[in-house]
């Protein structure tokens, strides 16, 4: 896990999310961009398929982005949630079905559980960043109030 970890420095992270966000958008528009047609099923359904598997890199884009210019330490905290983070959320999406089956008292789809990850990541990568900002704010505002 550490090699991993050291392979994802902030331009490898930067570089690598932004790639996933143009996959991910090229899908979601592929019928407007002219990629697939309207008419072509297995087209659109191959996109459908790559916007689910990578709709969670668009906050991993957002969040390369906000770490970028902030400290070692608090990229690197981000970088370790998301190198265990994403790839569950893509292994959990993998074995989801695309529809309820008849079970509407339970709507647990690819969609619902795709749209949750993602804000789970958000909301979790915000509290990662703010909160070790902070801490490395306040230690060091310390350490200047004893000098």
């Known amino acids: 896990m550490n090699k991993v970890g050291e392979w994802f420095t902030k331009k490898r992270m930067f570089l690598f999310s932004f790639l996933f966000f143009i996959v991910n958008m ?3 528009f ?3 961009i002219g990629i697939c047609f309207n008419y072509a099923s297995k087209c659109y359904y191959t996109s459908d398929l790559i916007v689910s598997f ?3 890199f668009i906050s991993v884009f957002i969040f390369s982005v906000i770490t970028y210019k902030l400290k070692d330490s ?3 905290t981000w970088r370790n949630f998301s190198i265990w983070m994403v790839p569950i959320s893509l292994i959990i999406i993998a074995f989801l079905p695309t529809r309820t089956h008849g079970m509407d008292f339970i709507p647990i789809t690819k969609g619902t559980v795709i749209f949750l990850l993602t804000i789970l990541y958000t909301l979790i990568s915000l509290i990662l960043i703010i909160f070790k900002s902070l801490k490395k704010d ?3 505002t310390v350490k200047g109030a004893d000098m």
């Open 26 to 28: 090229v899908s979601m």
């Open 74 to 76: 608090t990229f690197t």
């Open 54 to 56: 990578t709709y969670i």
């Open 138 to 140: 306040s230690a060091s």
């Open 30 to 32: 592929s019928v407007d």
